[in-house]
């Protein structure tokens, strides 16, 4: 079975597990600030296509970008259900909209395998690792870094 | 340690400031004794300061600038204008130290030598041996017949005082007064009723009664000050010794010009030619018979972060108000009164919260005010021509960030003023103007604004000039149909630069462009106004605040978005008969003989498109005073909205300024018109560049 939550012991992570068109996913626990649900976002003109828009945390302006169609997977109608994870990198509050968040797992960092050469991008560009569960779920590790919308220029 | 220094110098930024102030105090011939006393303070404690982190540069020029002033202090040396253009210079390279100690750079040497040498040579000269002697000064000055002294052996110190109405009103008793000068030492005291008139002339608030007190023996000044310590304010006072037989402490200035005492000769004759212009603050700046500065209150030191977390926080507590009254509203409460009054009263103290907490952020003008007397010092070195500063509702307060960002733009406009603005004093002689250019910097609050002023009584801009220039650089087409203040907006187009060879006062490379784009970055706007022969007046006009703003919610595709209220000029709903098509996209709206372009915002922000026909019309100007008609949707509310930064977490978005917080909790955003506007001239300009060369 799987460990239960931990603290982060040498050579383990704690993951924040989600789906996204079926397929699992799963960012750093580090990173994530909250999860919350779905609410309206305002659309930011000349955005590139994946940012869903802004929304208000807390008297904070934060973007959602929708991972479905960061992706690939073609972009997403989001309903009361979807979830955003809000997620903090080199100082921005992000929000990442995905289906439903599944699992918080504690992983060895030795299993966490490289990326095997794979057609589909851009998928590739962002999935850092795979991890394959016990149940025989494989998990798709998210670079972060790489999903967020360039601050300026991207819209150019 | 650095936690120390760093205080040191944030001790020294106000000591600076305030050896600044008082030595304009000084130009003024009567100034109050306190003053040189606060300046010498100051001196000293930065020479203090600089000596505990061993700064040795800075305690070196301190010391000798200190040992000057206590010259002046103690009335061993006089104020001509020279001597307060080299403390002023003084206090400037003072200054420089502070600055070059702070950044650990080094100072410029040769100029600090300059200067010492400069107050060595007058310390030198005086004489410390003949120093009780008053009129003994190291400069040659024309004194007239100045009294000689007569030593005599008597030793002691004469009080003249004549009390205030003041003094009587507030209950305090002469009487007591002359007993505890008494006791001080042998008093021989003397009723003056020669001022005193005749009983159908007396008048209550004018008491003329006055009394010399001759005290011999060894009596200090400073015991004596002690007695009036209290009522200084409202007693007029001059202590002289009888060795002098002269008074030498300058009276305390009165509104009151009748004086007891013959007035000091120290202050009465000038110095044949000033050398240096002096730059006079004008007596009308000083508030008549206001003598003391406000009192200084207790104060405390705060990280300006904690200001900034309170303000989101209220920020936060006028959106939830906001949310909370909408939702009362759903739930059909609205019509309950005590809801209706517990709501009334939670909005007006999130009001009177958030009104305090800019309040606590405001910080008056003076800050930056201050620091453009030496900015109009060194340009008017640099130029040769005599100028004065005046300034004007320096007690205009503003954000403190803006404080600090108007220090560039204003910088610059002052040289700007002093090398473009006014002619040379020979044009100017020519043209019966007074020598001496006198440029005004003002600040008052105009309807929820701040409007800052920069006048020159100068000769007006050249416009024909500005034209030659503008179309030989291309910035304009040859010919071009231009009003007076179009060709005047041209100076703030980049790239421009009105005198011919660049000089080393405002041809840094810097024009006026940058001035705009620093305080539309602000939030403001600047504009210019000349008359030809009578001078150039630029205004800034500034919100009173870069945290809140007053917007029109209008309704765009479907989103609600926000359009700062300064820029609408009208709202229309137009007539078909109003509408004139250009070409394929284009549509120009006709508004009483004007024609202004159309702009579609929703096709700006590529939202879906709204029907042609239908919509509003908003007439929006830009702080360069071109128009435009934006179409939208609808406009549905006029609200203060706080703003909110869409770049901490994204990043810009062309056209857009901000982002703000709606009732509903959802976001909203700050339309920038300026820029939406701009984006539309700037192809119109690029177009005409190109027509030019074609040509």
């Not at chain 1, 991972?67 to 100082?91: D, E, K, N, W, Y």
């Not at chain 2, 008793?173 to 003056?192: F, I, M, Q, S, W």
Request: glycine share 8%.
């Amino acid at each position: 079975m799987l460990q239960a939550i931990s603290s982060n012991a040498i050579g383990q992570s704690d993951v924040v597990a989600f789906k996204l068109a079926d397929q699992d996913f799963c960012i750093d626990i580090g990173l994530v600030r909250e999860i919350r649900g779905w609410t309206p976002t305002t659309m930011l003109p000349h955005a590139p296509g994946y940012v869903k828009g802004v929304i208000n945390l807390r008297g904070s302006v934060v973007t959602v970008v929708d991972l479905s169609a960061r992706l690939g997977f073609g972009s997403a109608t989001p309903s009361q259900r979807h979830v955003v994870i809000i997620a903090m990198h080199a100082g921005r509050v992000v929000g990442l909209l995905a289906d439903l968040v599944s699992d918080i797992l504690t992983i060895d960092e030795d299993h966490i395998q490289g990326v095997p050469d794979i057609a589909s991008n851009p998928a590739r560009e962002f999935i850092t690792g795979m991890i394959t569960l016990e149940d025989g779920r494989i998990l798709r590790k998210i670079d972060l870094a790489q999903l967020l919308p360039v601050p300026h220029g991207a819209d150019a | 340690m650095d936690e120390f220094r760093e205080m040191f110098f944030v001790e020294c930024d106000e000591l600076l400031e305030g050896l600044a102030n008082g030595l304009r105090k000084m130009e003024d011939p009567d100034f109050d004794k306190e003053t040189v006393h606060a300046v010498f303070r100051a001196v000293h404690s930065i020479k203090g300061g600089a000596a505990a982190f061993a700064l040795t540069t800075l305690v070196t020029f301190a010391h000798r600038f200190e040992t000057l002033l206590d010259l002046i202090r103690s009335d061993r040396m006089d104020t001509p204008p020279q001597i307060i253009a080299l403390l002023h210079r003084s206090s400037d390279c003072l200054s420089d130290l502070v600055m070059s100690a702070r950044q650990s750079a080094e100072p410029d040497q040769a100029h600090v030598d300059g200067l010492l040498a400069e107050l060595d040579a007058l310390i030198e000269d005086d004489d410390p041996v003949a120093d009780t002697s008053f009129e003994f000064t190291p400069i040659v000055l024309d004194f007239g017949d100045a009294p000689t002294p007569a030593p005599t052996a008597e030793e002691g110190i004469i009080v003249r005082m004549t009390p205030n109405f003041e003094l009587y009103r507030s209950g305090n008793d002469p009487l007591a007064l002359l007993a505890a000068l008494r006791k001080l030492g042998d008093a021989t005291v003397e009723l003056n009723v020669d001022a005193v008139p005749r009983l159908e002339d007396w008048a209550l608030e004018r008491p003329q009664l006055g009394w010399t007190v001759r005290i011999s023996g060894a009596v200090s000044e400073l015991d004596v000050r002690s007695v009036f310590e209290f009522v200084d304010d409202c007693c007029r006072l001059s202590i002289s010794r009888i060795e002098e037989e002269q008074p030498v402490m300058a009276q305390l200035p009165m509104a009151d010009p009748v004086m007891d005492t013959p007035p000091s000769p120290t202050s009465a004759p000038q110095a044949p030619v000033a050398e240096v212009p002096p730059v006079v603050a004008p007596p009308a700046a000083r508030p008549s018979g206001a003598v003391t500065e406000p009192a200084q209150g207790a104060t405390i030191r705060v990280g300006l972060d904690r200001v900034d977390r309170l303000m989101n926080m209220i920020g936060e507590l006028v959106i939830k108000e906001a949310m909370l009254s909408q939702v009362i509203q759903t739930a059909g409460l609205h019509e309950s009164p005590d809801v209706v009054a517990g709501l009334d009263s939670i909005r007006q103290l999130a009001g009177d919260i958030q009104e305090s907490v800019m309040a606590i952020r405001a910080q008056p003008l003076k800050l930056v005010f201050q620091r453009m007397h030496r900015i109009l010092r060194e340009a008017a070195d640099a130029t040769g021509k005599p100028v004065r500063l005046v300034t004007i509702g320096e007690q205009t307060e503003v954000d403190k960030t803006m404080i600090e960002r108007l220090v560039d733009p204003l910088t610059h406009m002052i040289r700007n003023s002093v090398d473009h603005g006014l002619e040379d004093a020979l044009t100017r002689q020519r043209r019966g103007k007074p020598q001496e250019g006198t440029i005004t910097l003002s600040a008052a609050h105009r309807s929820g604004r701040v409007q800052i002023e920069v006048s020159d009584d100068g000769g007006g801009i050249n416009r024909p000039k500005v034209r030659q220039i503008a179309e030989d650089k291309g910035l304009i087409a040859p010919g071009s149909n231009l009003t007076p203040s179009e060709i005047d907006q041209l100076l703030f187009l980049p790239g421009f630069s009105s005198k011919d060879e660049v000089s080393a006062l405002s041809g840094r490379g810097v024009g006026l462009d940058v001035v705009r784009r620093e305080i539309m970055a602000l939030g403001g706007r600047v504009m210019i106004d000349s008359v030809e022969g009578k001078g150039t007046t630029f205004s800034i006009a500034l919100p009173l605040t870069l945290a809140v703003l007053e917007g029109m919610l209008i309704q765009l595709g479907g989103q609600t978005m926000v359009l700062p209220i300064t820029a609408v000029q009208e709202t229309l709903q137009p007539d078909r008969s109003m509408l004139h098509g250009v070409g394929k996209d284009s549509q120009l709206l006709a508004n009483r003989g004007d024609l202004i372009p159309i702009i579609d915002l929703c096709q700006t922000f590529g939202l879906d498109e709204a029907e042609k026909e239908g919509g509003v019309l908003i007439v929006v100007e830009s702080d360069s005073r071109k128009r435009a008609a934006f179409r939208v949707d609808g406009i549905f509310d006029q609200r203060q909205v706080v703003i909110k930064s869409l770049e901490q977490n994204y990043g810009r978005v062309p056209g857009v300024s901000a982002a703000t917080i709606l009732g509903d909790g959802k976001i909203a955003l700050i339309i920038d018109p300026e820029e939406i506007i701009l984006s539309l001239s700037n192809d119109h300009g690029r177009h005409m560049a190109a027509m030019a060369s074609n040509g």
